[in-house]
């Protein structure tokens, strides 16, 4: 079956410009959860949604960075008034649950100018 | 806060070489280990997933092991192949609130 996937693959962008980034995760998957990871680091957790809701958006580094996923689904990732400091890969991971293994789609390159 | 460092953070090796991957954590609650491979430019693949009620896991030529109370993993490659060239990351979820928490990785590069 399909696995995750994240439209689009690459952004480019300019300084200031709204972006969104999406992510289709795996069917029946509840759990989704959205990390950031800039070059030579690990992935950084940004928010995570068990069905419809966030259950934890402690990872959103302020108040520019927002994230739905309104029908259980697919999620989207929006960062308003974008900075430099954005520029890194944004991947998205479902799970059939709670702790159970989480399934990575191929992420988004985002790089603003 | 939570840390996961991975040592080393690079590692070359000729091919055929049997090799160990080391993680450690800080906090020795934890849920569950992953560990995962990175392709240059690609997204995560998960190898293996370690409850904090087992002690290793195996596929193929890989095996994990978990050592809660000292706060480490390793992860061990038999007979490694240049295929096996990659960055290993190492991912450690609590319970109750589980986004994983990553190590920065290991480089591993296989010599033909």
């Known amino acids: 079956g399909a696995g995750v996937s994240q439209t689009p693959s690459n952004k480019v962008t300019e300084k200031g410009k709204y972006v969104e980034l999406r992510c289709d995760p795996i069917?029946?998957?509840?759990?989704l959860y959205w990390y950031r990871q800039s070059l030579g680091q690990g992935p950084e957790f940004l928010i995570y949604?068990?069905?419809?809701?966030?259950?934890?958006d402690s990872g959103l580094p302020n108040d520019r960075f927002f994230a739905v996923r309104p029908e259980g689904s697919v999620s989207t990732l929006k960062i308003q008034r974008t900075e430099r400091g954005d520029s890194a890969v944004y991947l998205c991971?479902?799970?059939?649950?709670?702790?159970?293994?989480?399934?990575f789609g191929p992420g988004t390159r985002l790089t603003v100018l | 806060k939570q840390e996961v460092t991975q040592i080393p953070a690079a590692l070359s090796v000729p091919e055929g070489e049997n090799l160990v991957l080391n993680c450690s954590f800080t906090?020795?609650?934890?849920?569950?280990l992953q560990w995962f491979r990175q392709d240059p430019g690609k997204g995560l693949t998960s190898l293996l997933l370690i409850q904090s009620s087992q002690r290793e896991q195996t596929s193929g030529r890989l095996n994990a092991s978990l050592d809660k109370s000292s706060g480490r993993s390793t992860l061990y490659i038999a007979a490694s192949q240049p295929g096996d060239s990659a960055t290993y990351l190492c991912?450690?979820?609590?319970?109750?609130?589980?986004?994983?928490?990553f190590g920065k990785g290991t480089r591993l590069s296989v010599i033909a």
């Open positions: 991971a479902s799970s059939p649950g709670v702790a159970d293994t989480q399934y």
């Open positions: 069917s029946g998957h509840t759990a």
């Open positions: 991912a450690v979820g609590y319970s109750g609130n589980t986004p994983l928490v």
């Open positions: 906090d020795s609650a934890i849920y569950n």
């Open positions: 949604f068990q069905g419809t809701g966030a259950a934890d």
